[in-house]
């Protein structure tokens, strides 16, 4: 089980930047899969990133180059820095967990709006 809290979230204008957090309540180096969803009004949501106790990373074809995750175990923290924001890149993004690889199970965070407009 873990529980999970964004923060970072706001409104940018296009070719800015943003950081978001979403700290644990458990050491990030033992979550099996720890990453971030994002969803736009009226569209389905999106797997943006994710990071495995292993190190490795994967991103969104629409992120890629522009968006970096990572983790601090001492804050037991995963951050996603997103540079380069598009107006496409509005929505709600949410952080998710799973802790296991032998359960399916994901925890999320509550969410946090993400909003690219001049």
């Known amino acids: 089980q873990v529980q999970l809290v964004e923060s970072g979230g706001g409104l940018v204008q296009p070719g800015g930047s943003l950081r978001l957090s979403c700290a644990a309540s458990r050491s990030i180096f033992s979550i099996f899969v720890i990453g971030w969803y994002r969803q736009a009004p009226g569209k389905q949501r999106e797997l943006v990133a994710t990071?495995?106790?292993?190190?490795?990373?994967n991103y969104a074809d629409s992120v890629k180059g522009r968006f970096t995750i990572s983790r601090d175990g001492a804050k037991n923290t995963v951050s996603l820095q997103m540079n380069s924001l598009k107006p496409e890149d509005t929505a709600v993004y949410s952080c998710?967990?799973?802790?296991?690889?032998?359960?399916?199970?994901?925890?999320w965070g509550q969410g946090t709006q993400v909003t690219v407009s001049s």
């Open positions: 990071l495995t106790s292993g190190s490795n990373t």
């Open positions: 998710y967990a799973q802790p296991s690889l032998s359960s399916p199970r994901l925890y």
